[in-house]
C-alpha cells in the first residue's frame, strides 16, 4: 500500500506541490501541538499562580524556539529527503540549498532523475564526459531512466564549446534565431531547456529538459549542475590517474626488461677484444652470427631525440632483428638498413634512429661500417674515421673507439691469434 500511495504521489504531485504540500503538513503538525501542549499546561495549571496562562505561553514560546522548530526542520527534511530528492535537501538550517556531495554513479542513477522531477518536465536527457573525447547520454522518461546507445547518440562539440562560453543555463527562447548550433542542437535533443555541468571552464556535460523550468526549479538545478559538473569532473580526473598509474607500471616493467635485454654479451672474438665502457639503456648493443662467412656483425642503434618509454621502441626494434636473424641467415649492411628503416616506418618514425653497423671479417681481419645520423662515431688510434653517413668504410686499426655523442662506449682491439 506504502508503495502504491508513493507512486500516486510522484506521478500526480509536481515536484513544487509537493514541497509546498511536505512544508504546510510540517507546519500544521508544529501548530497543533503547541496548541494541545497549551491547552493541557492550562488545565493542570502548571504554575498555579494568578500569571499561569502567561506563564505558559512564555514556557511555550521557549519551547518551540528550542526544541520544536528543530525538530519540525528535521522532520521537514527527512520527508524531503524521502519523497524528493535526497541531494536537494540536506542541510536542516538550508533547506533550499544542496550542501552533500555525490559521485558520478549516484548522478546518474538517482539525482539525475530528481533534477527532471524539480524541472517538472515529463522527460530530460543528460550527456556526461566520462573519458577523454567519449561521451555517454541517458535519458528519462515518465519515471524510467535509461542509457542510450553509443552509436544512436551524436554529440555537437561545438554546443560544449557554446555552454562554455555561456556558463549558465540556456532556455528556447534565448538566442535560438541568431545562433545556428545552440538551434540546431536544441532540436536534435528535442530540448526547451540546456542546463550545463561547467567546472573550471570547461563542460563536462550537461542536462536538457522537455520544459523551462520557473524560476525557483532553475536555481535550484544550478546548484544540483554545479554539484553535478564535480562529481563528472572526479570521475574524469580519477580516470586520467589511474590510467596514468597503468601506463607508469607498463613502462617499469618495460624499463626492467630492458636491463634484461640489453645486456649484451660480447662473442668470443678469435683475433679482437671488445670492452664495453659505458652501458646505456637507450643504445642497443647488439652481436649477430653470419656462419656461412664466418663474419660476426656489429649493430648499435638509438633513437635521435630519446623518448620518455622509448625502452618499449628500442625492445620491438630488438625482436625483430632477432626474427630477421631467423628468416635471412646472412646479416649484410644493405639487409639490415633497409630492416631497420621499415621497422621505424612502420611505427611512424623515419628518420627518427641512429645507426652503426660493423660487419668483422675473421678471416681477413677486416671491420667495415656503415651507419645512418651522426650520433655514433668510429676513430682509429691515428684519429681516422670520422663520419660517412650512408657510405662504408673501412679502417685500419690495431685499436678503435666508438662513440656516442661525443662519449666513449666500447674500445675494439686487434689481438694476434695462437
Not at 563536462?204 to 529538459?209: A, E, I, N
Not at 624499463?255 to 635485454?261: F, K, L
Not at 656462419?291 to 620518455?308: A, D, G, N, R, Y
Amino acid at each position: 500500500m506504502l508503495e502504491i500511495l508513493k507512486d500516486l504521489w510522484i506521478e500526480k504531485g509536481s515536484f513544487r506541490f509537493r514541497s509546498s504540500l511536505i512544508f504546510v503538513i510540517t507546519r500544521f503538525l508544529n501548530a497543533t501541538f503547541v496548541v494541545l501542549l497549551y491547552f493541557f499546561l492550562v488545565k493542570i495549571n502548571l504554575f498555579e499562580s494568578i500569571y499561569n496562562r502567561e506563564a505558559i505561553f512564555i514556557f511555550i514560546l521557549v519551547f518551540s524556539v528550542l526544541v520544536l522548530i528543530p525538530i519540525q526542520e528535521v522532520i521537514e527534511i527527512y520527508l524531503k529527503r524521502k519523497f524528493l530528492s535526497e541531494y536537494l535537501f540536506d542541510d536542516s538550517s538550508s533547506v533550499r540549498f544542496a550542501y552533500r556531495n555525490f559521485e558520478l554513479k549516484t548522478l546518474i542513477s538517482t539525482v539525475f532523475p530528481d533534477m527532471v522531477k524539480i524541472a517538472g518536465a515529463a522527460s530530460g536527457r543528460m550527456i556526461i564526459q566520462k573519458e577523454p573525447e567519449a561521451f555517454e547520454a541517458y535519458s528519462y522518461t515518465e519515471g524510467k531512466s535509461r542509457r542510450i546507445k553509443t552509436q544512436t547518440f551524436h554529440l555537437n562539440k561545438d554546443l560544449l564549446k557554446y555552454l562554455a562560453s555561456k556558463k549558465d543555463i540556456v532556455t528556447i527562447g534565448e538566442e535560438v534565431d541568431s545562433n545556428s548550433i545552440l538551434n540546431k542542437s536544441l532540436v536534435e535533443l528535442k530540448a526547451d531547456c540546456i542546463i550545463p555541468f561547467v567546472y573550471r571552464d570547461k563542460t563536462f556535460g550537461f542536462l536538457s529538459l522537455s520544459k523551462i523550468p520557473d524560476s525557483t526549479a532553475l536555481q535550484e538545478l544550478r546548484i544540483l549542475a554545479s554539484k553535478a559538473a564535480i562529481a563528472v569532473y572526479n570521475h574524469y580526473l580519477a580516470f586520467q590517474v589511474s590510467r596514468l598509474y597503468k601506463y607508469r607500471k607498463e613502462l617499469e616493467n618495460a624499463d626492467r626488461i630492458q636491463e634484461e635485454v640489453f645486456h649484451t654479451t660480447i662473442p668470443n672474438f678469435k683475433t679482437l677484444s671488445v670492452e664495453i665502457l659505458k652501458r646505456d639503456p637507450n643504445i642497443i648493443l647488439e652481436f649477430f652470427n653470419n656462419i656461412q662467412s664466418q663474419e660476426i656483425v656489429m649493430v648499435l642503434l638509438s633513437l635521435t631525440i630519446p623518448k620518455f618509454g622509448s625502452g618499449l621502441i628500442l625492445s620491438h626494434v630488438l625482436g625483430k632483428m632477432f626474427y630477421l636473424q631467423i628468416l635471412k641467415k646472412t646479416y649484410t649492411h644493405k639487409v639490415l638498413r633497409q630492416f631497420i628503416d621499415k621497422v621505424f616506418e612502420e611505427i611512424n618514425m623515419k628518420d627518427g634512429y641512429e645507426l652503426l653497423i660493423g660487419v668483422y671479417d675473421e678471416k681477413i681481419r677486416r671491420i667495415t661500417f656503415t651507419q645512418v645520423g651522426t650520433h655514433f662515431k668510429v676513430m682509429n688510434e691515428k684519429q681516422e674515421g670520422g663520419v660517412s653517413v650512408g657510405w662504408k668504410y673501412t679502417l685500419h686499426f690495431n685499436q678503435l673507439k666508438v662513440y656516442h655523442k661525443k662519449s666513449e662506449i666500447l674500445i675494439i682491439k686487434s689481438i694476434n691469434h695462437t
